[in-house]
């Protein structure tokens, strides 16, 4: 058995699929107070703890959480990724407020690595955007290695690497950096599946609704209302993976689309049953944020969609107003992906114990 706790836990994504994998997460630790009806409704017995990455006596927190030195320990950490994405770094304008919280946060994931330091844990998980073993946050990273190689985890002893979700039981492309290592011998990846899996069986189980309807039958079957001329493109767009730029008359695009056709083109987009989703993102119930809108029905996709398509269990509840939600949902590790590399883990361990306590077999 593994013990774990989950910081920057979010709505539980990563929690949900490390308990289904077979880890006892303890708890998850995040700055955020709205997340905690999400978290403990969904993911007993683990609970939700407020908490500041920076005030974290990892002792003491242990010592609450029943987590004893004989325990065999996994930190988790997915820290805030927008430093390290590149979307942000193509912005090109940045006012002093948003470089200051960028500084804030690419040092969470140095509060984290000495939260480590402080009383290493037997193995690691770091999930994060691409970014943050490229140039983006290469800096950030390497100093990362560094504080956590001071504590027993070797080079030699990690994966890291760039997944797709879509691999790995999720269907939607979200490519993001993993890193997983382990105190006690070399750590693998899970198995890389044959093919990307599809959005379609995933959705279609859902009832038709239109934009701005909730049918309460279904935990969070919620859509964003469609403004008059968001609709008319909206119904323009050709079904299953059509584009904006499939729409023949063009001057009902907005101004921007029709000056400059090529930025921003998976704006208004339609998801296509043959492929996996494009990759959530907090905006992920927005038609007009990137090509969220529904394969066939004529709106956005609704929370609940959002939360199948990252792999939530159709009874996990969210709490909150609608943009809280949209978040929690966007925000997530999809739980199957957090499955998988649970089951990575717990393979390493199980591989650990049995090098250990194997018996010596006499063949004299």
């Keep these: ?32 107070s709205s997340l905690a009806q999400t978290y403990n409704d969904n993911n007993k017995p683990s609970i939700f703890l407020k908490r500041d990455i920076k005030d974290v006596n990892i002792h003491l927190l242990r010592q ?16 805030p990724c927008q430093p390290f994405s590149t979307l942000n770094n193509k912005s090109q304008r940045r006012n002093e407020k948003s470089v200051a919280s960028e500084v804030v946060r690419r040092s969470l994931l140095l509060d984290f690595a000495r939260v480590v330091e402080d009383c290493p844990p037997d193995f690691i998980l770091v999930e994060n955007v691409p970014g943050l073993g ?6 950030v990273f390497d100093e990362f290695l560094r504080i956590i190689a001071t504590c027993g ?3 030699e002893n990690m994966f890291t690497g760039r997944l797709d979700a879509a691999y790995y039981g999720v269907p939607q492309v979200r490519k993001r950096f993993i890193l997983l290592a382990s105190r006690h011998g070399a750590v693998q990846p899970p198995v890389k599946d044959k093919e990307q899996m599809k959005l379609k069986g995933q959705l279609e189980r859902f009832t038709k609704i239109e934009a701005g309807q909730h049918d309460e039958k279904t935990l969070n079957h919620v859509t964003r209302p469609l403004a008059p001329h968001h609709r008319r493109i909206v119904e323009s767009v050709p079904r299953n993976g059509g584009s904006r730029r499939d729409v023949k008359d063009t001057s009902i695009l907005l101004k921007c689309h029709q000056d400059k056709p090529n930025v921003h083109k998976d704006v208004f987009g339609r998801m296509s049953w043959e492929k996996p989703s494009p990759t959530l993102t907090c905006r992920c119930t927005e038609v007009y944020c990137g090509r969220f809108t529904h394969p066939d029905q004529d709106r956005g996709i609704s929370q609940r969609e959002a939360a199948a398509i990252q792999t939530f269990p159709d009874d996990y509840k969210f709490y909150g107003n609608f943009t809280q939600i949209s978040r929690q949902i966007g925000n997530a590790v999809p739980v199957n992906f957090a499955k998988r590399l649970g089951e990575a883990i717990l393979k390493t361990n199980a591989s650990r114990h049995a090098h250990v306590y194997a ?6």
Excluded: H, N, W
């Design 134 to 139: 490229r140039e983006e946050g290469k800096d």
């Design 1 to 32: 058995m593994i013990k774990a706790i989950d910081f920057f836990s979010g709505a539980g994504g990563l929690t949900r699929g490390l308990l289904d994998a077979g880890v006892q997460v303890c708890a998850g630790v995040d700055l955020d």
């Design 64 to 79: 609450r959480l029943g987590i004893t030195d004989t325990d065999a320990v996994l930190y988790a950490a997915c820290s």
């Design 359 to 364: 018996p010596t077999l006499d063949l004299r």
């Design 153 to 155: 985890f070797a080079p």
